[in-house]
């Protein structure tokens, strides 16, 4: 702006030629010297504007010298390089997870998702998150405010998965679930993200789930169905022990929808064949409208966009969701 003024001032009161105001007022205003121009035909206006335009240009220099030694004297610029360096991490994932607010829970919930190389951003406004990123190997994280429409440019949101909000206070998730859906609608996302949340009462689950959660699981439930289960079947529950929470288990099971175009659609469950060319088997059918038929027999219809839960080796699993997904019928069923 300084530079514009200076220009413009001597191309006015000097006559100058826009070229020679630009290299005037440059030299002038970085307080560099006089002796390549015409100075000693200044006016009396151009001298004092001249001295007004050095006074100004050695102000400006040295509050930014000021400033400069301020950022570095108080670690912000170590504290900006770190975060540039952290939101270029950032910009790089898609389907990952937000995971928000730093409690216990987050860090079982994050030893999961590296397990299965999901990744995550964890997000948490309190300084000590950095620290807590050091030691529980956070590799991308945030201090900001979870809820604010920036944390959510920031947190890549636009290419997440979905959201986990595990604060252990209501009011903190609820606002989070609420600014969630206003950033849907707001930048017309395609599809909705994925919301889990964390519930203390089975009324706050209910009130989580309104406003528009997806899952919202309560540690204190969780707890009492499985010493419930223990109690009552031990041999039970270390086999679902054993089965879904060891990484070396061969098997697993997963939940894959039907899509509408899939050429299973309208098909007997037992004409699809499924076992015997994924060795995968269907324990369970949830329909679109939530009715779930559980250890479904051959001659149940599939239906579009129903979700067949499946059981086997994750490569057994992967060649079902392929062998849904195709158009066509598969040649190997062709004549069957």
């Known amino acids: 702006m300084l530079m514009l ?10 006559d100058y030629t826009i070229m020679d105001a630009i290299f005037q007022a440059g030299y002038t205003f970085t307080t560099v010297g006089f002796g390549s121009l015409k100075e000693g035909e200044f006016s009396a206006v151009g001298h004092i504007f001249t001295v007004t335009l050095i ?13 400069v030694v301020d950022v570095v004297g108080r670690g912000n610029l170590k504290r900006i390089v770190r975060e540039r360096r952290m939101l270029y991490s950032i910009a790089r994932l898609k389907k990952h997870f937000v995971v928000c607010y730093h409690n216990e829970y987050t860090l079982e919930v994050t030893k ?3 397990k299965n190389h999901i990744p995550f951003v964890v997000v948490d406004p309190r300084e000590e998150i950095h620290k807590w990123a050091v030691e529980y190997n956070y590799t991308t994280y945030l201090k900001a405010e979870p809820h604010a429409e920036l944390t959510m440019l920031k947190a890549h949101l636009s290419s997440a ?25 707001e930048h017309f996302l395609p599809r909705p993200y994925y919301v889990i949340s964390s519930a203390e009462s089975v009324s706050d689950v209910e009130k989580l789930k309104k406003l528009g959660a997806d899952t919202v699981v309560s540690p204190t439930k969780l707890t009492a169905q499985r010493v419930s289960a223990m109690a009552a ?7 679902l022990e054993e089965f879904l929470y060891k990484s070396d288990n061969p098997l697993d099971m997963e939940e894959i929808e039907v899509p509408k175009y899939s050429w299973a659609v309208l098909k007997k469950l037992k004409e699809t064949h499924i076992r015997e060319m994924t060795n995968t088997s269907v324990v369970g059918i949830t329909k679109k409208d939530g009715k779930f038929i559980t250890m479904p027999k051959g001659d149940v219809l599939i239906t579009s966009e129903c979700k067949l839960l499946v059981i086997g080796t994750q490569q057994g699993i992967n060649v079902t969701k392929e062998l849904l997904r195709r158009r066509d019928k598969p040649k190997e069923l062709r004549f069957v």
Not at 55 to 67: D, K, M, Y
């Open 5 to 14: 003024i200076g220009t413009l001032g001597y191309i006015y009161i000097e």
């Open 55 to 67: 006074i100004l240009g050695f102000t400006v220099f040295t509050l930014a010298i000021g400033i």
């Open 112 to 114: 999961e998702l590296r």
């Open 161 to 185: 998965k979905g959201l986990i909000t595990l604060s252990n206070s209501i009011s903190d998730n609820i606002a989070l679930i609420a600014s969630v859906r206003l950033f849907e609608k």
């Open 233 to 239: 079947r031990p041999d039970m529950e270390n086999l």
